[in-house]
């Protein structure tokens, strides 16, 4: 059975003339222990679709379940980072993290939450800095913050919508590493957003594109078979690599164009004409 699932999920904001339909019959099955990434282009409905993974939000039609029930609301069994990290303000390093702790570890000894909070800090080496608030972290560090906020929760699922995306080259293949490493340890189910096919491809079990919006579909899938440990250094002179990622590459190249035929064809304004009928009296 897959751990979630979306079985024909249609969704959109606004009112009647003005709705605006963001995924419709959209079907993804996950299971347990795999590691899926979505790409797609930006704006197609990747944060709507991770948010109906969620529970955050709930489909018009269709359903979204968990463990093969129909998600009602969020719960920290299911674990998202936000690719704008969420974070609260007013705490430190060390209180977004241990308040997150105390709502799913209420028995915790203080003693005890201290230790498992602090191995959380270090375990993203935000080490040194448990007294900043988040306006003084870089983007990185907000980013690393609130993955480690996240994982302390030990969700059955992580939801990862675009965790990267604000990092430099060099952060980002760290806090790569450390998502594979963090998976690979415990084999937690992974959701991944990306729009970054190289990324997809390094870290992933399967790649499942969301075509373009409006009314976005989950398309064709493409199975990741490269042995793991996937060495990055090595990864750009694999054949099979390399392989992977023009396919994939030529395909979303490919949806892109269709949709933007589409696109063109329904805005072609028509000639305001009436059709000639012969022969009718
Ligand atoms: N709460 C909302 N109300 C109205 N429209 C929304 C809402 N949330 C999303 N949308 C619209 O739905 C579409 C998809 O948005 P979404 O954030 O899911 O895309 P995305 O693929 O994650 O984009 P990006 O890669 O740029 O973050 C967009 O056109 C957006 O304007």
Redesign the pocket.
């Known amino acids: 059975m897959a751990i979630l699932e979306l079985d024909n999920a249609t969704i959109g904001?606004?009112e009647s003339h003005r709705r605006?339909t963001?995924l419709e019959g959209a079907n993804l099955k996950v299971h347990e222990n795999e590691f899926v990434a979505i790409i797609?282009f930006?704006?197609?409905?990747?944060?709507?679709l991770i948010s109906l993974l969620a529970g955050l939000l709930l489909p018009d039609e269709g359903a979204a379940r968990f463990k093969g029930k129909q998600m009602k609301g969020p719960g920290p069994d299911r674990g998202i980072v936000f690719?704008n990290y969420s974070l609260l303000p007013w705490l430190t390093v060390y209180g977004n993290i241990e308040l997150a702790v105390k709502q799913v570890f209420p028995k915790f000894t203080r003693s005890k939450r201290r230790d498992y909070v602090q191995h959380y800090i270090d375990m993203v080496s935000l080490t040194g800095s448990e007294a900043k608030r988040p306006s003084e972290l870089s983007g990185g560090m907000r980013q690393r913050l609130s993955l480690a906020r996240t994982l302390s929760m030990q969700p059955e699922v992580l939801l990862l919508d675009?965790p990267l995306s604000a990092l430099d080259a060099l952060t980002r293949s760290v806090l790569q590493d450390e998502i594979i490493r963090l998976w690979e340890e415990d084999r937690r189910t992974v959701v991944m957003v990306t729009?970054d096919v190289d990324e997809a491809v390094l870290m992933a079990d399967r790649i499942v594109p969301l075509t373009p919006?409006p009314s976005a579909k989950l398309g064709r899938e493409f199975p990741v078979t490269l042995d793991r440990p996937r060495d990055r250094a090595t990864l750009n002179f694999n054949p099979e690599f390399k392989k992977l990622r023009n396919e994939i590459t030529r395909y979303m190249m490919g949806i892109n164009e269709e949709a933007k035929q589409l696109r063109i064809a329904s805005d072609v304004i028509l000639p305001d004409v009436e059709p000639i009928r012969f022969g009718v009296a």
């Open positions: 904001f606004g605006y963001v797609g930006s704006g197609s409905g990747k944060s709507t690719q675009e729009n919006g």
